[in-house]
């Protein structure tokens, strides 16, 4: 089945340093490939996104590329912001008549400090 | 993108009672999804539910636990019946955006927090 391993946190970093979250993932066919942030006490937003083989997804300086060849789509950001505490999920989509279905990782709690 | 509210936003129940949570979206949707966030954990599917149809159920979510309604194609309600401290979680809804792509995305309503004592 599909399935989407990305690092454990939580993950400390002070202001402006460079921000890495690893996500791999296992599926079937070529699915879409998703990162999604939810800030405290919100719900969950999409961040960003990539639907083939080489594609890089990017949006508020956060930038990950669909790598088929390692089944990985890492998340980067060059220098963090305390804003951006938060709890990123990799997560797959894949295709099916009854319904699409997305596939979450078990989510990477980051904190940034001053 | 779809604009989606959930009500309430947060409640506290007593077991063996049921609550339904209301997910409202401000454009006509396909699909609509009901996930579950248990404390500190990912997201789990409970069901999709599209209009007209019964919802479709994922392993380890049945309709008298988790009955779904989808009377149109704008509105859904998730109830979770006879609750126990188990069932304290976060629920979200999703909807499916076409939004003219070639590929399908979900956008999340802001989720409600339920905490059963």
């Known amino acids: 089945g599909n399935s989407v391993t990305q690092m454990e946190g939580p993950v400390t970093l002070s202001e402006e340093a460079f921000l890495t979250i690893n996500c791999t993932y296992t599926a079937t066919g070529y699915p879409s490939l998703f990162w999604y942030v939810q800030y405290p006490g919100e719900g969950l937003q999409l961040l960003l996104k990539?639907?083939?083989?080489?594609d890089k997804g990017s949006n508020k300086g956060f930038e990950a590329t669909y790598r088929k060849e390692t089944t990985s789509f890492h998340l980067e950001k060059g220098s963090v912001q305390v804003s951006d505490s938060a709890v990123y999920f990799c997560a797959l989509l894949r295709f099916k008549a009854a319904g699409n279905k997305l596939t979450f990782g078990g989510g990477t709690r980051v904190l940034v400090k001053p | 993108s779809a604009v989606i509210s959930q009500k309430p936003s947060r409640d506290i129940c007593q077991r063996g009672t049921s609550l339904t949570i209301q997910c409202q979206v401000d454009s006509q949707v396909t699909m609509m999804f009901w996930y579950r966030q248990q404390p500190g954990q990912s997201l789990t599917l409970i069901a999709t539910a599209n209009q007209g149809s019964e919802a479709t159920y994922e392993s380890g979510f049945v309709i008298d636990k988790f009955p779904i309604s989808r009377p149109n194609l704008t509105f859904s309600t998730l109830t979770v019946s006879n609750m126990s401290p188990e069932d304290s979680s976060i629920y979200l809804c999703?909807?499916?955006?076409?939004?003219?792509?070639?590929?399908?995305?979900?956008?999340f309503g802001p989720g409600t927090r339920l905490t059963v004592l």
């Open positions: 999703s909807v499916e955006d076409y939004g003219g792509q070639i590929y399908n995305e979900q956008f």
């Open positions: 990539a639907t083939k083989a080489d």
